[in-house]
């Protein structure tokens, strides 16, 4: 009803402005000399009402009463305009076929649509103004207390996404910093002003920015970055550590899949920067459209829910408004704080945490059939790879033996699709936890889906920064203790994405595979870019750090670790399928049977570590078409 009553005011005052719009430009031309007795035959206020009427029917049909006044725009004031225009045709029109027109001036038929959107606008901005509070500068009586400014704030990027930043900012009547500049991405845009606030400089010139800031006594306490940060090209870790070192707070809008979380907020709220994220390379951007089509209003189960992946996919779904998500999870602390999490950020959402292990295949089935999810992600898994290749056991039950019985819940439950979460040290591996992981990708891709059965696709990606074990978390650990920092090798290089994009790409892979009608079991991989050196990882994140005394010592290799790793295996060829996701087509040259997942969790069991290690290497080398029962080519061991 409140809605109903602003509709029909927004019409009210159009009309009335157009009726005093034509009234005024009748009576501006005349002369002080023509008595009002010989005005036309025509009574005015007859003409009024026409012209108004036509305006108040054109402004119903462009649907003016649908825009808010107080976010008036441009393309608000052309469509006023032409309202304006069409009113005085269609009145001449009217006027024409019924009396000829006589005695209507043409100065009121010039001046009449020229008011019209004069005051149509102005109200509009007028509006505007008030709901940005820009004429509260211009009031002397205001209080000192309520011009406060906040702590300063510098913000780096775009000239329009600063424009975007200080409108909302304006809108929502944020006092929380109070920007001082704008350091820009393009030279031309410096000395110009956005809504009052400089461009100083532009980002390659961001540390003499930073000089004559602090020369003008306005010295930033924060940074805004206005876009991701990996496309603002100019920055340097050297330059972002000493910003650290001066105490500045490094902040940035939410990432665009963090977006659906802040929808209903006037101004979207300002986060500390991760140290990945200023490492990451540039963000890919997806199709948030399949996606949301994919998870919206779906029921959806994450294993491994608590750890690094699971927990970001149990973030994102959340964010994509699927109807309940099951977070199951073999660890209570992290089962805990996921589920926590979720029901701070997610109140409306259906959810229960679920303590579980992957390895209970007859609780899995219980859990499935009570939660009938419609997509399964299967992150639980041991990853670890030093653990893992000291308890090989251990190994294989889960990555294993855990896999098959997610997928058999899964098409007992009726799921419509499953997904393995897997890594690229599944290709040609050469230690027990990425060899787990491919005798995984092999069971999944001997899956077949019924007509209206379950769907079953894997999705390979390499390291994701930050997540637990990950170098990330390790680096900044030694660092804060003074160092030295350990790498294990000079030459060592690894694929990195951060946790997010890991996460929007599994969804993006996901999505891809909905939409096609196959039965086979699908094996996709993640595009991950340029492979890293984890010495100048090291390096960056030192000079992140703003410390120029922590060394680097090299340790060697351990067990089982590789110099570099790669996405595709000698037997298998990528073909892009999507934008950022490639299809692996292979034929394994074995195809693991039940059979031999009994003897493997017959020896796993009974803990003979070295026969567990022996027939999981044989597996692997039969899948790859290798000689069968030859021993594992484990081209780099290291002793440690």
Not at 67 to 89: K, N
Not at 152 to 173: E, K, M, Q, V
Not at 400 to 425: E, F, H, P, R, Y
Not at 594 to 607: I, K, Q, V
């Amino acid at each position: 009803m409140e809605r109903m009553a602003f509709r029909a005011q927004t019409i009210v005052v159009d009309v009335l402005i157009a009726a005093c719009a034509f009234a005024l430009a009748w009576i501006i031309p005349m002369s002080p000399e023509i008595p009002w007795a010989a005005l036309p035959s025509q009574d005015l206020l007859q003409l009024v009402a026409v012209y108004a009427g036509i305006a108040g029917a054109l402004g119903v049909l462009f649907r003016r009463e649908l825009s808010p006044w107080r976010y008036a725009s441009i393309p608000d004031a052309l469509v006023l305009a032409r309202i304006a225009l069409l009113t005085v045709g269609v009145f001449l029109l009217v006027v024409f076929l019924s009396s000829r027109a006589q005695g209507l001036a043409r100065s009121t038929l010039f001046m009449a649509p020229l008011i019209q959107m004069a005051g149509s606008m102005g109200v509009r901005v007028l509006r505007r103004a008030l709901h940005e509070r820009v004429l509260e500068s211009l009031s002397p009586l205001k209080a000192v207390g309520d011009r406060a400014p906040g702590p300063s704030l510098l913000l780096i990027g775009p000239t329009s996404l600063a424009d975007t930043y200080l409108r909302d900012a304006a809108r929502s009547h944020d006092r929380s910093y109070t920007p001082v500049g704008i350091v820009g991405v393009d030279a031309r845009d410096v000395g110009q002003q956005v809504r009052g606030v400089c461009i100083i400089d532009h980002l390659e010139n961001l540390d003499a920015a930073l000089a004559d800031l602090r020369r003008w006594n306005r010295y930033p306490r924060a940074i805004l970055f206005l876009e991701e940060p990996g496309r603002l090209k100019g920055l340097t870790a050297a330059q972002l550590g000493r910003l650290v070192n001066d105490g500045i707070r490094l902040l940035r809008l939410p990432s665009i899949v963090e977006l659906a979380q802040h929808e209903s907020l006037k101004l979207l709220p300002m986060r500390e920067i991760n140290i990945e994220e200023l490492l990451a390379r540039d963000p890919i951007e997806l199709d948030r459209f399949a996606i949301g089509e994919l998870i919206r209003g779906r029921r959806v189960l994450v294993t491994g829910a608590g750890g690094s992946i699971g927990s970001e996919l149990c973030r994102q779904v959340a964010a994509f408004q699927c109807a309940r998500v099951a977070l199951v999870d073999y660890s209570e602390p992290s089962l805990f704080a996921i589920d926590r999490e979720i029901a701070e950020s997610f109140p409306g959402l259906s959810h229960e945490p679920i303590l579980c292990d992957v390895r209970n295949g007859r609780r899995l089935a219980d859990i499935f059939a009570a939660e009938k999810p419609d997509l399964v992600f299967h992150a639980a898994a041991l990853k670890h790879v030093p653990l893992v290749e000291s308890h090989p056991s251990e190994g294989a039950l889960t990555n294993v033996l855990g896999t098959w019985n997610v997928a058999q819940a899964a098409k007992a439950s009726g799921a419509g699709q499953m997904v393995l979460i897997s890594t690229d040290k599944a290709v040609d591996p050469t230690n027990v936890m990425g060899a787990t992981k491919r005798l995984a990708e092999a069971l999944i891709q001997t899956q077949e889906s019924k007509v209206r059965g379950t769907r079953f696709s894997v999705v390979r990606f390499g390291n994701v920064l930050g997540s637990a074990g990950s170098v990330v978390p390790i680096f900044a650990s030694q660092i804060e203790r003074g160092g030295p920092v350990t790498v294990t090798d000079p030459e060592m290089e690894r694929f990195f994405m951060t946790i997010p994009e890991a996460a929007q790409l599994v969804l993006h892979a996901t999505a891809t595979r909905a939409r096609e009608d196959g039965r086979e079991a699908r094996l996709f991989v993640l595009e991950m870019g340029e492979p890293v050196r984890i010495m100048d990882l090291a390096r960056q994140m030192i000079a992140l750090s703003g410390r120029s005394d922590v060394q680097i010592k090299i340790t060697g290799l351990r067990a089982g670790e590789k110099l570099t790793e790669a996405l595709v295996d000698d037997n298998e060829r990528a073909v892009s399928c999507s934008p950022n996701v490639m299809e692996v087509v292979s034929s394994p040259a074995l195809r693991p049977t039940p059979e031999h997942l009994s003897e493997l969790e017959a020896l796993a069991t009974a803990g003979r570590d070295d026969d567990v290690r022996r027939l999981v290497f044989d597996l692997v080398a039969q899948i790859r078409g290798d000689k069968p029962g030859q021993a594992p080519n484990l081209r780099v061991i290291a002793g440690g």
